[in-house]
């Protein structure tokens, strides 16, 4: 019986391409393709860059100085969040290892890509993308899973990991962390394999997870923004207490329990049944998914 305790049947939308993107050629009078870009859906790869081109190694000495902080009290961060973050700070070196991971993700995507997409013969499959129910995020990229586009014959003699889209893939190998948000969600059915896939990824060790101080993308993106806003309190700025928490604001909801934790308690969630809910979309969430309150 599966442990996963959120249902959710996305009508999503199988698609060719989608979006305003750089126009490449045109086939005919009515006919333009386009380049786009793609987020890939329900995952979250290690950053070579952020924020922009910003190299994440270039953050050392600015988290080292937030664990510092951390450690006098002056971050606006609860106790148990600041005793999970403050050890992978503190090392002088977390931007470091979150770029060198973020290094052999992409170098994983693109060894994975190019072999899924090659077919016995050498030739070149297309790609597979489907949307969930919202399209498009706020960069303007496309919201998708992908897959090779298999041929009928092909896909009855595959296994259902290996006609699994590689987001799913990527969240096996342990190359990336899930990071499903609310109403994205796959169809229950993958739902359950990205959550084993991602348990399995976390228990072995595998990828990122063989490194016990590393930071999933979306921390090592809440760290920065947290060591700018303690930044401000320490120079002396006085903030709201809207800006004192702009760093983190994902709700977090556990997938074999339905409970909902406020942002800063998600770490009581394992990683691999977090599923996260924007704070515009709680009261929907709450009451589509039958969520409860978990203990803070």
Same mark, same amino acid.
């Given at each position: 019986?599966?442990?996963? !305790?959120?249902?959710?049947? /996305?009508?999503? $939308?199988?698609?060719?391409?989608?979006?305003?993107? +750089?126009? *490449?050629?045109?086939?005919?009078?009515?006919?333009?393709?386009?380049?786009?870009?793609?987020?890939?859906?329900?995952?979250?790869?290690?950053?070579?860059?952020?924020?922009?081109?910003?190299? /994440?190694?270039?953050?050392?000495?600015?988290?080292?100085?937030?664990?510092?902080?951390?450690?006098?009290?002056?971050?606006?961060?609860?106790?148990? $969040?600041?005793?999970?973050?403050? /050890?992978?700070?503190?090392?002088?070196?977390?931007?470091?290892?979150?770029?060198? +991971?973020?290094?052999?993700?992409?170098?994983?995507?693109?060894?994975?890509?190019?072999?899924?997409?090659?077919?016995?013969?050498?030739?070149?499959?297309?790609?597979?993308?489907?949307?969930?129910?919202?399209?498009?995020?706020?960069? %303007?990229?496309?919201?998708?899973?992908?897959?090779? #586009?298999?041929?009928?014959?092909?896909?009855?003699?595959?296994? !259902?990991? +290996?006609?699994?889209?590689?987001?799913?893939?990527?969240?096996?190998? %342990?190359?990336?962390?899930?990071?499903?948000?609310?109403?994205? *969600?796959?169809?229950?059915?993958? $739902?359950?394999?990205?959550?084993?896939?991602?348990?399995?990824?976390? *228990? $072995?060790?595998? &990828?990122?997870?063989?490194?016990?101080? %590393?930071?999933? %993308?979306?921390?090592?993106?809440?760290?920065?923004?947290?060591? !700018?806003?303690?930044? +401000?309190?320490?120079? &002396?700025?006085?903030? #709201?207490?809207?800006?004192? !928490?702009?760093?983190?604001?994902?709700?977090?909801?556990?997938?074999?329990?339905?409970?909902?934790?406020?942002?800063?308690?998600?770490?009581?969630?394992? /990683?691999?049944?977090?599923?996260?809910?924007?704070?515009?979309?709680?009261?929907?969430?709450?009451? #589509?998914?039958?969520?409860?309150?978990?203990?803070?």
């Amino acid at each position: 019986m599966p442990e996963v !305790k959120i249902f959710w049947d /996305p009508q999503g $939308l199988s698609i060719n391409t989608l979006g305003t993107n +750089q126009y *490449l050629r045109a086939t005919d009078g009515d006919t333009p393709y386009v380049a786009m870009s793609i987020r890939l859906l329900s995952i979250d790869a290690p950053e070579t860059h952020y924020p922009g081109q910003t190299k /994440p190694s270039r953050h050392d000495s600015d988290l080292a100085t937030l664990a510092y902080w951390i450690e006098r009290g002056y971050a606006p961060i609860n106790d148990d $969040l600041a005793a999970y973050l403050h /050890p992978r700070l503190a090392s002088g070196q977390a931007g470091t290892l979150h770029e060198q +991971q973020g290094e052999q993700s992409s170098a994983v995507f693109k060894q994975m890509l190019d072999e899924m997409m090659t077919r016995p013969s050498g030739s070149k499959r297309n790609l597979y993308i489907r949307t969930a129910d919202q399209p498009f995020d706020s960069y %303007g990229r496309l919201l998708a899973y992908i897959a090779p #586009s298999y041929s009928r014959e092909e896909l009855q003699a595959l296994n !259902k990991w +290996q006609r699994a889209t590689i987001n799913l893939l990527m969240v096996r190998a %342990g190359w990336a962390a899930t990071m499903i948000i609310y109403p994205s *969600l796959p169809k229950y059915e993958d $739902l359950v394999m990205f959550r084993e896939a991602a348990k399995e990824a976390y *228990l $072995l060790g595998r &990828g990122v997870w063989a490194e016990p101080l %590393g930071l999933t %993308g979306y921390e090592f993106r809440m760290a920065v923004k947290l060591y !700018k806003i303690t930044k +401000q309190l320490v120079e &002396g700025e006085t903030l #709201s207490e809207t800006a004192r !928490k702009a760093w983190i604001s994902r709700y977090c909801v556990d997938l074999t329990t339905r409970e909902i934790y406020y942002p800063e308690y998600y770490i009581r969630v394992a /990683p691999y049944n977090r599923l996260f809910v924007w704070p515009a979309e709680v009261s929907e969430a709450v009451g #589509s998914l039958n969520l409860t309150p978990g203990g803070q």
